[in-house]
């Protein structure tokens, strides 16, 4: 078999007919055998191999709120580190790997993006974490791509070979990790090659016992294929249009696997940051990996991006009671399968119990096992994990550094900024980010746009902070001074401000979807219903305007919840032109929302969201409730309901609820039992 390589590395093999259709159908044995120093394993000797995984640690490398400015000890890679030492203790024979949206999501990562840059010569704080520790492979999530190209290589220690960055000869070699990335469904458009090496093979010596107990060492051969969403190219279009192809998960991974089996794997990984969705298949899937588990030769699935645990016995969802999936065992298809959460909450654990048969290391299924360590020890007690010291060490000075940065003050406010009760109304945390796009967008249109100078700008935000991870997942900016890290607490993406066309019917549409918040109440139901379903709370996009109302019928099903639109008190005209500010990841796609694909943006901004926020703040320098906070554009539609309807918020925040007006709240229980800190009210939709 002859083997050459792209000038990049990407492994391109000759493969024969035979050895593809073998390469492809065995489990644990490819082309090549089963490795060096294995000629002679003793038959039905057995060990075990254990794949731990991290992922979404989105940067939080300390157990730090650097939007409160305190300790969080339920997230944080330090107390994960306690937990990988463990696992190491516990199962010798272990390979550890990061399944990606690594580098980005916290003021500390911001800031070494975008406010004092990280140069060439200087390690990511995140990676020196994760170095210190020793990571054996890596791949990289949607995320990773939020900062563009260059600040990816770069701070990867990779080089592009696409356009809009120099000759490869000529781009400098920077510090990166000290473990390699793999990726295999992202290309560079200029060569067709992938950025990063599809996939790495790992040897790892492993110890075990032959038949009559006697220790033996051996070798064995893992790869690690790495896998993205495919839809980066809408969420990160401004970074990467024309410039790569993405790929879809399973044509990927068919591609890959039997090179890597004719490469001389014993085992192969995917390293595949999504979910599960089981629903048909598309090459333009986010949460691939139910039909990515179907590909013949994959031994194992390290998943991510959906923020969720897998294995889960309690999980009620559709896809994790589908066909093919054991939610307790954690396989899909029969192939195992692990989620540790996120933002360090929980190490991966698939242990593999393996056997020699016919000279070769085979799984052994009755001895293979999938299970989730959590830095939460014990959830009455609100126990965790230690922290391992080294890691607060490692970044010390990072640290410090975005401590310092985001105490930075910018305006006062007379109210408190919150996201507790946006699901039922209130927009104390969402108007100012409406009003400084809009100001932004209009300032620029009047400037630049003359076209377009008639059409009246509106803007559109989210509760990004709505407690999808408990009772602190919460946007709380106090009344007083406001600082850097409250704009980040109030905008929480690193995304850019985009500009978008869009006719009256397509506002309708934009609110419909976001409507999809919301569960369908019947009103004759005399049991609980809750109000809010699984559509994410970043996905509740709202108005904020004097010049915009309209209701939210919730007994009505998607898509048709959306009554008295009006604009400026009269019915909006369906054909009246509208010019709205949003963020990249709305304009270009992101979220499925109709008619939003790129092809209306009229203005798709270099400035971050966050900075126009900031920016805004310090020109009004005091913001009042009358005129920053209260301008609800929507209501619920009135309906009496024979039973409760509710919803989940922080626990004890009625009087919050009060302060802001909403009289028709009431509180069911100020602790839901999940220990994670929510509180179960009730919403009379009556009033």
Not at 581 to 600: C, E, H, I, K, V
Request: charged letters at 20%; aromatic letters at 8%; proline letters at 4%.
């Amino acid at each position: 078999m002859t083997r050459t390589s792209s000038r990049r590395g990407v492994p391109v093999r000759a493969l024969s007919t035979l050895c593809t259709i073998i390469a492809s159908s065995l489990l644990l044995h490819g082309c090549s055998g089963s490795g060096d120093g294995n000629s002679a394993l003793p038959e039905s000797a057995t060990a075990q191999l254990t794949i731990l995984e991290t992922t979404d640690l989105h940067a939080n490398v300390l157990s730090y709120d650097y939007f409160k400015l305190a300790e969080d000890k339920s997230v944080g890679f330090e107390r994960t580190a306690t937990l990988i030492r463990q696992a190491r203790v516990d199962y010798p024979n272990s390979v550890l790997i990061d399944n990606g949206d690594t580098i980005q999501g916290t003021a500390l990562a911001d800031y070494q993006a975008l406010v004092t840059p990280v140069s060439c010569s200087q390690k990511l704080a995140t990676y020196k974490a994760m170095d210190s520790i020793g990571y054996d492979a890596g791949t990289l999530g949607n995320h990773e791509f939020n900062y563009g190209l260059p600040y990816l290589a770069q701070v990867t220690g990779a080089r592009f070979n696409v356009d809009g960055m120099a000759a490869v000869s000529s781009q400098a070699s920077c510090a990166g990790p000290d473990f390699p990335l793999v990726l295999s469904n992202v290309t560079s458009k200029k060569d067709g090659q992938t950025l990063y090496k599809p996939y790495v093979i790992l040897t790892r010596k492993i110890k075990g016992k032959d038949k009559d107990g006697k220790d033996i060492e051996s070798t064995v051969k893992v790869a690690v294929i790495g896998f993205t969403p495919p839809p980066i190219l809408s969420w990160d279009k401004r970074w990467l249009d024309g410039k790569v192809d993405v790929q879809g998960v399973v044509e990927a991974a068919q591609k890959y696997v039997p090179m890597a089996r004719a490469d001389g794997a014993d085992l192969v990984i995917a390293a595949s940051h999504g979910g599960y969705d089981s629903r048909s298949y598309s090459a333009t899937m986010e949460n691939a990996n139910y039909h990515l588990a179907k590909v013949a030769g994959i031994d194992g699935i390290l998943m991510g991006h959906s923020h969720n645990e897998f294995p889960n016995a309690t999980c009620t969802t559709s896809d994790c009671n589908a066909s093919g999936v054991d939610k307790v065992k954690g396989t899909l298809h029969g192939v195992p399968a692990v989620m540790p959460s996120y933002w360090g909450k929980a190490l991966g654990v698939i242990n593999y119990g393996l056997v020699v048969k016919n000279g070769k290391w085979t799984i052994d299924t009755s001895k293979t096992q999938v299970s989730l360590r959590k830095t939460l020890l014990d959830a009455t007690a609100k126990t965790y994990a230690a922290v391992d010291p080294t890691i607060a060490a490692a970044v010390r000075t990072e640290h410090e550094s975005a401590i310092a940065y985001v105490k930075t003050p910018i305006g006062q406010s007379d109210f408190n900024l919150s996201s507790y009760f946006a699901d039922v109304g209130d927009v104390s945390a969402i108007q100012v980010v409406n009003a400084a796009q809009a100001d932004y967008v209009s300032k620029y249109v009047a400037a630049n746009l003359p076209a377009y100078k008639s059409l009246p700008v509106l803007s559109v935000s989210a509760p990004f902070k709505s407690g999808f991870a408990g009772g602190t997942d919460f946007t709380d900016v106090k009344a007083g001074g406001i600082a850097i890290n409250n704009a980040a607490d109030l905008y929480l993406y690193p995304n850019t401000v985009y500009a978008v066309k869009v006719t009256g019917a397509g506002i309708k549409a934009w609110l419909e979807k976001a409507a999809e918040r919301f569960n369908q109440i019947n009103p004759a139901l005399t049991t609980e219903q809750p109000l809010i379903s699984t559509f994410p709370g970043y996905n509740f996009d709202v108005f904020t305007s004097a010049d915009v109302s309209y209701e939210i019928d919730v007994t009505q099903a998607k898509g048709s919840r959306i009554k008295n639109l009006n604009y400026k008190g009269a019915p909006i005209d369906a054909t009246a032109e509208f010019i709205i500010a949003t963020n990249n990841y709305r304009g270009s796609g992101g979220g499925g929302f109709p008619g939003l694909d790129g092809s209306n943006v009229i203005y798709a901004s270099p400035d971050a969201n966050r900075d126009v926020l900031i920016e805004y703040i310090k020109a009004r320098k005091n913001l009042s409730l009358a005129t920053d906070g209260a301008a609800r554009s929507w209501r619920f539609t009135k309906v009496t309901t024979a039973g409760p309807v509710s919803f989940k918020s922080a626990g004890g925040k009625l009087a919050t609820a009060q302060t802001l007006g909403l009289g028709n709240i009431s509180v069911i229980s100020d602790d839901d039992g999940s220990g994670k800190g929510l509180g179960v009210y009730a919403i009379d939709l009556s009033k």
